[in-house]
């Protein structure tokens, strides 16, 4: 059974940081590319960030580029997201996902996790 848990969402005032970290099991985690989205109320589904299986390459959303940063631990089956610079729009769910290749699209994606709360204050 895949498992993806995401961890680390919060509230923090905007100009601050947060760290989201994703946990697989049940998947052979090197096969993967990871991603992350997010979702606020009443909007699509977007594009955050995604990374290749060796961490080498990576992509990112236009609204979070220079902001963020997708790494992975593939020893620890564990894939982060360090979110600098925080902005009340960057307010959302924030969801890991697991795919076959790197892509913006969120069809592109087998597994997903639950998701995680970030709210950003002004």
């Known amino acids: 059974q895949v498992q993806l848990v995401e961890s680390g969402g919060g509230l923090v005032q905007a100009g601050g940081s947060l760290r989201l970290s994703c946990a697989a099991s049940?998947?052979?985690?090197?096969?993967?590319?990871m991603g992350w989205f997010r979702q606020a109320p009443g909007k699509e589904r977007e594009f955050v960030a995604a990374?290749?299986?060796?961490?080498?390459?990576?992509d990112y959303g236009d609204s979070v580029k220079g902001r963020f940063t997708i790494s992975r631990d593939n020893a620890k089956k564990t894939v982060y997201l360090q979110m600098d610079s925080l902005k009340p729009e960057d307010t959302a769910v924030y969801y890991c996902?697991?795919?076959?290749?790197?892509?913006?699209?969120?069809?592109?994606?087998?597994?997903w996790g639950q998701g995680t709360q970030v709210t950003v204050s002004s």
């Open positions: 049940g998947l052979s985690f090197l096969t993967y590319v």
């Open positions: 996902a697991a795919g076959a290749i790197l892509s913006r699209r969120y069809e592109r994606y087998d597994y």
């Open positions: 990374v290749t299986r060796s961490g080498a390459g990576t």
